[in-house]
């Protein structure tokens, strides 16, 4: 299921990331530099571990969702994920990153949006991406795909819950949710 977009320089492909395809996520990893690698995982991270790979590969086309992004000479260029609360089958979590050298030519929105339709069409109501405070390109970016949205703060990061859904009757907000927007308005 491959899909041709347009993007400032450049066409790239959206496909679902398969399962064997690990050396993808090394190239991948090989085009972000060591401060994006942070602001996407949380942490320093030099390369993948195995176990990092075996979960970043564990895809179902249901409760965990990968697309990759690959620019027209098949050089993979970026990577959205969902995977779904084992909790709540209505929620899943939300992650994208876009190499280096694909920075601000749509390639992330494209991702997010792709991802978001996937997930709708699956169940999923509500996506939450944790982001860290620092990451203003990923706060934003969200922010402009999913406008309307709940906020929180969790552990440094910033968890931005986007409400899926066709018409405002599908969507849900819980007294948590208002109670977590509260807080952080106040805090």
Known sequence: MARHHATVGGRVVVRDLRGDEGDLLDALMAG?????RYLRFHVPLPALSADMRRALLDVDGRDRIALVAEADDGTPV?????ARD???SGEAEIAVSTVDAWHRRGVG?????????RARAVGVRRLAARVLRENSAAI???R??????????????????ALLGDG??????????????????AG
């Not at 402009?144 to 819950?161: C, E, I």
């Not at 405002?168 to 927007?181: L, Y």
């Open 109 to 117: 929105r494209l991702l997010v949006n792709a991802v978001a339709a």
């Open 168 to 185: 405002i009757d599908d969507w849900t907000v819980t007294t948590e949710d208002v109670f977590a927007d509260l807080t952080d308005m």
């Open 78 to 82: 970026g990577i959205a994920r969902m």
């Open 86 to 88: 084992r909790g709540n």
């Open 140 to 142: 934003a970016l969200f």
């Open 32 to 36: 972000l530099s060591p401060q994006s």
């Open 144 to 161: 402009s795909v999913f406008p309307v949205s709940l906020t929180r703060w969790d552990d440094g990061a910033v968890v931005l819950v």
